[in-house]
């Protein structure tokens, strides 16, 4: 992991511009179920290209889900109805593309790599059976993926504002949202300043 933020660092000064953002999930805050944004920086690395470092995190409770089945390790749970809470925070290194970079809209489009956790606990859990548990909880580290594609607004040469649709893989993250416990996507709205 240093050995990136060295990486980073020198890119830094052969970059023509370096840009801090901040951005929310505005498909979260519509579904009112939790709470989920990005923060990064990212350093023009040509005039259409971008090298961006990225801190996703995205976290979602839901009461009174539902799930056909779920395994504990030591036995499968059928019927389950219970609380959740699930959340993920992944660092990404992504490359962008800028098809206009020289007009005031431009469309992107953009890849990444991360790493970061991925968990879920569920508690007040119903179900068939006659073991009772109060609570379930696991959790995993993995490799993600990530693809994006947006469309940016510059202001002026020092702000821009953006829309950004990302979509997450990982294999853990599929078996989260495969139970309807968080979303592997997210909409989001944000500001970029350069500094």
Do not use: W
């Not at 050995?3 to 020198?10: A, G, I, K, S, T």
């Not at 519509?30 to 470092?53: C, P, W, Y």
């Not at 569920?122 to 993926?145: C, K």
């Amino acid at each position: 992991m240093r050995f990136l933020f060295v990486c980073l660092y020198l890119i830094s000064f052969s970059a023509s511009a370096a840009f801090l953002s901040v951005s929310t999930d505005v498909m979260g805050l519509a579904n009112e179920e939790g709470v989920s944004g990005t923060v990064s920086f990212h350093f023009d690395i040509q005039k259409e290209m971008r090298l961006e470092l990225s801190h996703t995190m995205q976290e979602t409770e839901k009461n009174n889900i539902t799930m056909d089945y779920i395994s504990t390790g030591a036995t499968n749970l059928t019927n389950v109805t219970a609380d959740s809470t699930a959340n993920f925070q992944v660092t990404f290194v992504s490359l962008y593309y800028d098809f206009k970079p020289e007009e005031k809209f431009s469309p992107f489009l953009g890849l990444g790599l991360g790493v970061g956790e991925i968990g879920y606990r569920l508690e007040n859990i119903q179900h068939t059976g006659a073991i009772t548990f109060p609570f379930i909880e696991e959790s995993e580290t993995n490799m993600m993926v990530k693809l994006s594609f947006g469309m940016r607004y510059t202001f002026n040469k020092n702000f821009e504002s953006f829309l950004q649709y990302d979509t997450f893989k990982s294999s853990f993250m599929d078996e989260v949202k495969s139970k309807g416990l968080i979303s592997d996507s997210q909409l989001n709205l944000g500001l970029r300043m350069r500094f």
